[in-house]
């Protein structure tokens, strides 16, 4: 007899516990506007990243066309992956001193792993975080980057 | 007139029928091949087959400065990168001797115990997937997604954050930080009980997990198998408690221990840490106090020579790290023992004489990262 | 002529006069059945279609997610771009398998489900062949599929295929047996195995409201069993995918895989309309005793429109059940059939047999 | 066991192991013939009771190959470091004390991996990360690879 009686005891936590299961499931199939899905392509326009997203290494250049950037070349050597090159360039100063100014900062989006070690080691804060996320490209090359705009050039106040 | 040939007459029954799960098979939770001897149905022995994703961390360590290391943990367990970042970070201010703000030590517990959560959050979708809810998957990734914005907005970043630095921080916390966190905590805990009710309570997935798969408490200190999966079966292996860091000693938190040491056990210590997690979590984030997010740190960090070893606590057990330093500014060798790396030792040991399914519910269960074992 | 939306029975006797007046009656049938097979064929396609889509917006509802949604309006043509993807795919041959037994298995799958589908009443006069042991008719051709996967899973040459395909033979061969008497419960009541005088007995109330208890019991034990044995969630052993990959259907690709995918969702469908015919009233309208006015407005939808909305809501409930629960294992499975469904179910024939004896039912 | 105690303990057991200053843990140098038997004293004897193996490793010093023992006590909870030196590049062989903890089969077999240390009586002793034909072992100081390691 009582055999039985947990037999059918068994049947019924059984049931009542798969129809918990089920009232969890039938919920949210009645209550679609609970539904989380971002609609990718088409919120772009809204779609606004946090202001400190890890997208892309950047170097800010300011209204005309100055960025902060010495070449020193600390951000080089703090990559754990050499995706920074520093290409400098010497030129004579007006009186007459060597001086070395940047040429090229070369910055390999490929090889990038977004520790985020250069812009902390950067003294004179050139370096930022971009927000652009959408990096796919058709052609490997175009992840290679030269990060000091052309014809731009180091802000005064830095370079003294 | 042809001869007759006779075919050597092989018993059926006694041979061996080996499977390969993985490589690339859907409930290997990555590139983890396990060579699968049955008989029908049960298991009879199983062989790991690890080094699908070696990518040699150690030997890199040997050329990176401890700074650049940290990013190298990440990429071991990608599910609780910021644990593991702390370890590097508790080992080389211990060997420097460095006291870090007080602050400091608040938001990496903090934040450890949101990267448990979400790591756990993420095993139980898998988990229900290997044991066919597939429902479970996308409960699981939408709670996860809260704590991932949550660390999106602070650090930037949603996966692999190398938030934590030698010395303190990167950057401080972001404002909405407490508020985002606190509001988590009401969420998940509304939540939660979904995954109780959908999965916990099932009948099905109880009678698929109760009295499978069982490891003795003897066998888990053996094997090292630490963790939920190590205290499942009784082991106190806790490391939170019993060699306390950052500001665990003063948060009030139980050390939960199963007796069974089966699937279920194993899937019950992970719902209780979760909200022992959400419970610390409580504790600390009104409490965090003001002060600087580093400590002063010499531009160029070398440990003195010598040898240190630092555990924490990692999502899925304990996390060691073991550095010999020559005085450099490079480790001269740094070996990190990976939970999931003992755990998977145990694997062969746990399953032998189980069904398939049970095999793949063990795995679930176990929850190993194939990048941590492999390193 | 009348033509009447509520009962096809003149519309096919129009049809079958008309060619027996331009041809001869020999070549007359043989017209009436490329002209069945042709109209079962196209239901067949937009019925598979329209399930596999329903199915993801079903899971996807329950997931919390939107599902597709990128193929014309609500992602209404994702299945038909599937589908030609599919027809697209190359087709890999399988280098060890046996090739006659491999190319074979797909076809029989899906022939077993057609020939299920000719003996369903869709509404009144509307079904290809009213057997007089329709519902012997249904069981016997239904698990003829069996014997596809079984050919799928051995010929395939692979271990997971194989292991699949003996899971799946345990298990049909098992819930075979409570298909059957969970339908012989309804027999029991209805006096006949005749589709069509099944759906007529139900004009005053539907079976399982009118075999109240047992009913009832065989309308859950004939849903659980119909589940395992059409291969889906929580019993989808056979294609476990989280052991398995696929089960037996690993080594599949392209449009023989599509014959898998479709037979699946056909089969649903079949067990969801027989369960709908035999529990559910079939085409016939709900009608409450002494609701007169109630009775006329139900009576306005057409039989079709009924019988689509019952076997829909089986199949939604069906699917709930996937996306709820976690897979069994092998040995439960069995449990669960000769432990529980079987006995419980013999016991509700006995009991469906007392009251129908004793004249307790409506 | 307080830590001056169990000095003198490991001593007893093993009169010629070589006592290392470390910060952290008590450290001995074991005779790598003495390793197996002292693993199961260690283990075994219910006052030291060392039966969690929490870290396994190998490290290459040139000089010697070393094995590196972490040992701790579920139930007294102290702690011990033993090493175990190989001064024979090719053929090192240290006995392994996986049949005392379980955990160091899989950790043996990557030191036997990555460093070339061999353990006698290992039950399955092959390379466990790198394929079986890979020549050299990466994590040796003398290690070259051209191709694999890039120098940046």
């Known amino acids: 007899m009582n055999s039985i009686f947990t037999y059918f005891t068994e049947i019924f936590h059984a049931v009542k516990s798969l129809l918990t299961g089920m009232k969890v499931t039938g919920r949210y199939f009645f209550s679609p506007w609970e539904i989380v899905t971002q609609q990718y392509p088409e919120n772009r326009k809204t779609l606004k990243m946090y202001d400190r997203f890890k997208g892309e290494v950047v170097m800010p250049h300011n209204g005309n066309n100055e960025h902060r950037c010495t070449g020193c070349g600390i951000c080089e050597t703090a990559c754990p992956n050499g995706s920074i090159e520093v290409i400098q360039n010497k030129i004579e100063m007006p009186d007459g001193k060597k001086k070395r100014i940047i040429d090229k900062h070369i910055y390999h989006l490929s090889m990038c792993?977004?520790?985020?070690?250069?812009?902390?080691?950067?003294?004179?804060?050139?370096?930022?975080?971009?927000?652009?996320?959408?990096?796919?490209?058709?052609?490997?090359?175009?992840?290679?980057?030269?990060?000091?705009?052309?014809?731009?050039?180091?802000?005064?106040?830095i370079a003294e | 007139m042809k001869e007759v040939i006779n075919l050597?007459?092989?018993?059926?029954?006694?041979?061996?029928?080996?499977?390969?799960?993985?490589?690339?098979?859907?409930?290997?939770?990555?590139?983890?091949?396990?060579?699968?001897?049955?008989?029908?149905?049960?298991?009879?022995?199983?062989?790991?087959?690890?080094?699908?994703?070696?990518?040699?961390?150690?030997?890199?360590?040997?050329?990176?400065?401890?700074?650049?290391?940290?990013?190298?943990?990440?990429?071991?367990?990608?599910?609780?990168?910021?644990?593991?970042?702390?370890?590097?970070?508790?080992?080389?201010?211990?060997?420097?001797?460095?006291?870090?703000?007080?602050?400091?030590?608040?938001?990496?517990?903090?934040?450890?115990?949101?990267?448990?959560?979400?790591?756990?959050?993420?095993?139980?979708?898998?988990?229900?997937?290997?044991?066919?809810?597939?429902?479970?998957?996308?409960?699981?990734?939408?709670?996860?997604?809260?704590?991932?914005?949550?660390?999106?907005?602070?650090?930037?970043?949603?996966?692999?954050?190398?938030?934590?630095?030698?010395?303190?921080?990167?950057?401080?916390?972001?404002?909405?930080?407490?508020?985002?966190?606190?509001?988590?905590?009401?969420?998940?805990?509304?939540?939660?009980?979904?995954?109780?009710?959908?999965?916990?309570?099932?009948?099905?997935?109880?009678?698929?997990?109760?009295?499978?798969?069982?490891?003795?408490?003897?066998?888990?200190?053996?094997?090292?198998?630490?963790?939920?999966?190590?205290?499942?079966?009784?082991?106190?292996c806790d490391v939170r408690k019993h060699h306390p860091y950052g500001v665990y000693d003063k948060a009030d938190f139980k050390e939960i221990l199963g007796t069974a040491g089966d699937t279920f056990e194993r899937y019950m210590m992970r719902m209780y840490e979760m909200r022992e997690s959400m419970k610390i979590l409580e504790q600390l984030i009104d409490n965090i106090p003001a002060g600087d997010y580093a400590a002063k740190m010499k531009a160029v960090i070398k440990l003195p020579a010598g040898e240190y070893f630092q555990r924490v606590e990692a999502a899925r057990g304990e996390l060691g790290v073991y550095v010999v330093s020559d005085g450099n500014k490079t480790p001269y060798r740094m070996k990190f023992r990976s939970p999931n790396f003992s755990n998977l030792s145990a694997l062969d040991h746990i399953s032998r004489g189980v069904k398939i399914a049970d095999l793949v519910a063990i795995g679930g269960s176990l929850d190993y990262v194939i990048p941590d074992i492999d390193r | 002529m009348n033509f009447s939306i509520y009962d096809f029975t003149s519309f096919n006797q129009w049809i079958d006069q008309f060619l027996r007046s331009v041809m001869s009656p020999f070549w007359a049938i043989a017209v009436e059945m490329v002209i069945i097979g042709l109209a079962i064929l196209l239901f067949y396609a937009l019925v598979g279609l329209f399930l596999v889509y329903a199915e993801r917006k079903v899971c996807a509802f329950m997931q919390n997610r939107v599902g597709p949604n990128r193929v014309g309006p609500y992602g209404f043509f994702q299945t038909i771009a599937d589908f030609i993807k599919l027809m697209l795919k190359e087709l890999i041959t399988i280098k060890n398998a046996d090739q006659l037994l491999f190319n074979l298995a797909p076809f029989i799958i899906i022939i077993a489900s057609f020939m299920a589908i000719a003996a369903i009443p869709f509404a009144k006069g509307l079904h290809a062949i009213d057997f007089d042991i329709g519902i012997l008719y249904v069981i016997a051709v239904s698990s003829l599929g069996v014997v596809g996967i079984l050919l799928a899973g051995w010929s395939s040459n692979s271990k997971y295929s194989l292991i699949g395909a003996m899971r799946s033979g345990a298990q049909i061969i098992s819930y075979e047996l409570s298909v059957g008497l969970s339908l012989l419960t309804i027999i029991i009541l209805a006096g006949t195995m005749q589709f069509s005088a099944i759906v007529e007995g139900q004009a005053n109330g539907w079976f399982i409201f009118k075999g109240h208890i047992p009913a009832f019991i065989a309308f859950v034990v004939f849903l659980i069993s119909s589940t395992a044995e059409t291969n889906r969630g929580p019993f989808d052993l056979a294609e476990a995918e989280s052991e398995l990959t696929a089960g037996f259907h690993t080594e599949y690709s392209g449009i023989k895989f599509a014959f898998f995918f479709l037979a699946e969702y056909m089969n649903m469908f079949i067990v969801a309309s027989i369960a709908a015919t035999v529990f559910l009233g079939g085409w016939m309208a709900f009608h409450v005793s002494g609701w007169n006015g109630f009775n006329h407005i139900m009576d306005f939808i057409p039989p079709f429109v009924w019988y689509i909305g019952k076997t829909f809501f089986v199949i939604w409930i069906m699917m709930w059940f996937k996306w709820t629960f976690p897979r069994l294992r092998i040995d439960q499975l069995l449990t669960l059939e000769w432990k529980y469904l079987l006995p419980i179910n013999l016991v509700n024939i006995l009991i469906m047999a007392f009251v129908v004896l004793m004249g307790w039912h409506f | 066991m307080d830590q001056t105690a169990l000095k003198e303990r490991i001593m007893g057991l093993v009169p010629d192991a070589e006592f290392l200053e470390n910060k952290q843990f008590l450290t001995f140098v074991i005779p790598a013939e003495k390793m197996h038997d002292l693993a199961f004293k260690l283990k075994f004897e219910t006052d030291l009771a060392f039966d969690f193996l929490f870290c396994l490793s190998g490290v290459d010093m040139v000089k010697f190959l070393e094995v590196v023992y972490h040992l701790e006590s579920t139930a007294n909870k102290h702690q011990l470091e033993l090493k175990v030196r190989t001064a024979d590049r090719e053929n090192g062989a240290v006995d392994t004390v996986c049949d005392v903890w379980r955990t160091a089969e899989f950790h043996e077999r990557e030191i036997y991996d990555l460093l070339g240390i061999r353990f006698n009586h290992h039950p399955d002793l092959r390379r466990l990360f790198l394929e079986e034909d890979w020549k050299g072992h990466p994590l040796r100081k003398d290690y070259v690879d051209e191709v694999n390691i890039v120098e940046l």
């Open chain 2, 8 to 236: 050597p007459v092989k018993n059926i029954e006694e041979e061996e029928y080996h499977i390969n799960m993985g490589p690339q098979h859907p409930s290997t939770h990555g590139v983890l091949r396990l060579v699968v001897s049955l008989q029908g149905e049960i298991v009879k022995s199983l062989k790991p087959h690890c080094g699908y994703i070696h990518r040699g961390i150690e030997k890199m360590c040997e050329k990176d400065t401890y700074p650049q290391i940290i990013h190298l943990t990440d990429r071991m367990d990608y599910l609780s990168a910021h644990i593991n970042n702390h370890a590097v970070c508790l080992l080389v201010e211990k060997a420097l001797e460095v006291d870090v703000p007080e602050r400091v030590k608040y938001i990496r517990t903090i934040v450890d115990e949101l990267n448990r959560i979400a790591s756990h959050q993420l095993w139980w979708c898998s988990f229900g997937m290997d044991m066919g809810g597939l429902t479970c998957f996308f409960y699981g990734l939408r709670d996860r997604e809260k704590i991932l914005d949550i660390f999106e907005e602070s650090f930037g970043s949603r996966l692999l954050h190398s938030y934590y630095t030698p010395g303190g921080l990167m950057m401080d916390i972001h404002p909405n930080f407490q508020k985002g966190v606190k509001d988590f905590i009401k969420y998940f805990r509304k939540k939660i009980k979904d995954y109780d009710d959908l999965l916990t309570g099932n009948i099905i997935m109880q009678l698929r997990t109760k009295g499978v798969g069982i490891i003795s408490k003897e066998d888990a200190i053996s094997y090292g198998v630490t963790g939920p999966s190590g205290r499942a079966s009784g082991f106190a």
């Open chain 1, 113 to 157: 792993t977004f520790c985020g070690l250069c812009i902390k080691s950067c003294p004179s804060d050139a370096l930022a975080w971009g927000q652009e996320f959408e990096h796919a490209v058709f052609d490997r090359a175009k992840l290679t980057k030269i990060l000091n705009k052309p014809g731009s050039s180091i802000l005064k106040d």
